[in-house]
T-cell receptor
């Protein structure tokens, strides 16, 4: 069974640009969560989706948005990039909202 | 609020036993997860404790005390490949999984 796939693996953007990250969950998984990981803050929760509905949203500014499609694939978008947005963005899927998360390898975003 | 504490770094010797502690304070509690993350890789699921007590899975065991808001991950017969970050995460039901900042374990010869 294929794992969680995130694309792209690496991104370099400049301040002010916007970026879209993609996540394909494990087949059959309907819940997708996004986390931002930085060395100082660890894993910070961004969004959680289940059956195309956002169930939870973390404490991030409105520049961060996301969505889930009918095939459970998910995207997150960050507009007006800032230097502090440089991080590893991890997507995780699970069968239901209370089962273990399975993480993708992440997208490493560098903002210059 | 939600707060999870775990040591930042630990060092242990190959072949030894190491215990990584995690304390949590959450509004509501359903269970406690442990994940392992090697540098540059995705976190991988290790264990999930719902009830008090010790759950053993090969060289790794995880313990939970709900009344004390405390868990630990026990790694036996340490191997060099166990060098990684270990993340503790608490689940409260309808809220998303809250992670600690991770404990970076270095296994030395």
């Amino acid at each position: 069974k294929a794992g969680v796939t995130q694309t792209p693996r690496y991104l370099i953007k400049t301040r002010g640009q916007q970026v879209t990250l993609s996540c394909s969950p494990i087949s059959g998984h309907r819940s997708v969560s996004w986390y931002q990981q930085t060395p100082g803050q660890g894993l910070q929760f961004l969004f959680e989706y289940f059956s195309e509905t956002q169930r939870n949203k973390g404490n991030f500014p409105g520049r961060f948005s996301g969505r889930q499609f009918s095939n459970s694939r998910s995207e997150m978008n960050v507009s007006t990039l800032e230097l502090g947005d440089s991080a590893l963005y991890l997507c995780a899927s699970s069968m239901t909202v209370n089962s273990p998360l399975h993480f993708g390898n992440g997208t490493r975003l560098t903002v210059t | 609020g939600q707060n999870i504490d775990q040591p930042t770094e630990m060092t242990a010797t190959e072949g030894a036993i190491v215990q990584i502690n995690c304390t949590y304070q959450t509004s509501g509690f359903n269970g406690l997860f442990w994940y392992q993350q090697h540098a540059g890789e995705a976190p991988t699921f290790l264990s999930y404790n719902v009830l008090d007590g010790l759950e053993e899975k090969g060289r790794f065991s995880s313990f939970l005390s709900r009344s004390k808001g405390y868990s630990y991950l026990l790694l036996k017969e340490l191997q060099m490949k166990d060098s990684a970050s270990y993340l503790c995460a608490a689940w409260s039901g309808n809220t998303p999984l809250v992670f600690g900042k991770g404990t970076r374990l270095s296994v030395i010869a």
